[in-house]
């Protein structure tokens, strides 16, 4: 019996999107803490795992 979990934050490799590769992304509000308070940015995300993908500002 296979009990893979369903969780889609597992990071299983047949599952995670190639570097170079996007897949699918959505823009979220991402909080940060630190000794000086708590900062509120937008960011892009993967819809995969979740992770910030790097957009290039100029």
Do not use: C, Y
Not at 3 to 13: C, I, L, T, Y
Not at 27 to 34: G, K, Y
């Amino acid at each position: 019996m296979n009990n893979a979990s369903q969780n889609p934050r597992d990071s299983s490799p047949d599952t995670k999107t190639p570097p170079g590769e996007e897949g699918e992304t959505f823009q979220t509000d991402v909080s940060e803490s630190d000794e000086e308070g708590t900062t509120v940015r937008e960011a892009e995300v993967r819809e995969d795992d979740l992770s910030e993908v790097k957009v290039d500002r100029e």
